[in-house]
């Protein structure tokens, strides 16, 4: 049972535009909603992170909109830049102490020059 | 953030043989850390929670006899593929929990092991 599930799989955007990356998730114990941005043979790196009592959340280009009722949570990256392609994996815990992430499949980014 | 290192980055080695892969937290004491497994262009999957002082905690379906892991400090974990077949040629990457109760988590650089 996939706990978090992300779309789109894969995505193109031309530099300069918005890229959105959505996920929604079943377990309403979550509390953690983080987004992870991976290059080819590196481990993930945290981006940028949300808690439900807030309904967005900014930092520099990239901002995550969250629904709690509608349990769904997205990126948002403004003008996108060549350097943002990589695969961006969100995810989700409970946070009770040291957390278990369950992670989305991930998107794959790429912004055309 | 928190760094944490991984090593090797990559390995090569023959079926039949063990290798060992280290994590380590290194500007923070990390309690709790994890680690993963990740096939090309898929999503990582959560292998086992290593703590400090005791034994891990694996996931289902992953051996623990197969997939040896060590948390003997505060600062490093080891993971050792046992007996390594090429099936298990993968990413493997390991993350350490940051403040207690944060929820982040800070991942290592993975380590790509090649069983020929």
């Known amino acids: 049972q996939q706990q978090v599930k992300q779309s789109p799989q894969s995505l193109i955007v031309q530099k300069g535009g918005i890229s959105i990356i959505n996920c929604a998730y079943e377990?309403?114990?979550?509390?953690?909603f983080p987004w992870y941005q991976q290059f080819p043979g590196k481990g993930p790196a945290l981006l940028i992170a949300?808690?439900?009592?807030?309904s967005e959340k900014k930092e520099g280009r990239f901002t995550i909109s969250f629904n709690k009722s509608a349990k769904q949570f997205s990126l948002h990256i403004m003008d996108s830049q060549p350097g943002d392609s990589a695969t961006y994996f969100c995810a989700a815990s409970m946070n009770s102490g040291y957390s278990t992430l369950t992670f989305g499949k991930g998107t794959m980014l790429l912004v055309s020059p | 953030g928190a760094v944490v290192s991984q090593h090797p980055s990559w390995v090569i080695c023959k079926s039949g043989t063990s290798v060992k892969i280290e994590c380590r937290s290194l500007?923070?004491?990390?309690?709790?850390m994890f680690w993963y497994r990740q096939f090309p262009k898929q999503s990582l999957m959560l292998m086992a929670t290593s703590n400090e002082g005791s034994k891990a905690t694996y996931e289902q379906g992953v051996e623990k006899d197969k997939f040896l892991i060590n948390h003997a400090s505060l600062t490093l974990s080891t993971l050792t593929v046992t007996s390594a077949h090429p099936e298990d040629s993968s990413f493997y990457i390991c993350?350490?929990?940051?403040?207690?109760?944060?929820?982040?988590?800070?991942f290592g650089e993975g380590s790509r092991l090649t069983v020929l």
């Open positions: 949300i808690r439900p009592d807030v």
């Open positions: 993350s350490a929990a940051g403040t207690a109760g944060s929820g982040e988590l800070f």
């Open positions: 500007d923070f004491q990390a309690t709790t």
């Open positions: 377990n309403t114990a979550f509390d953690y």
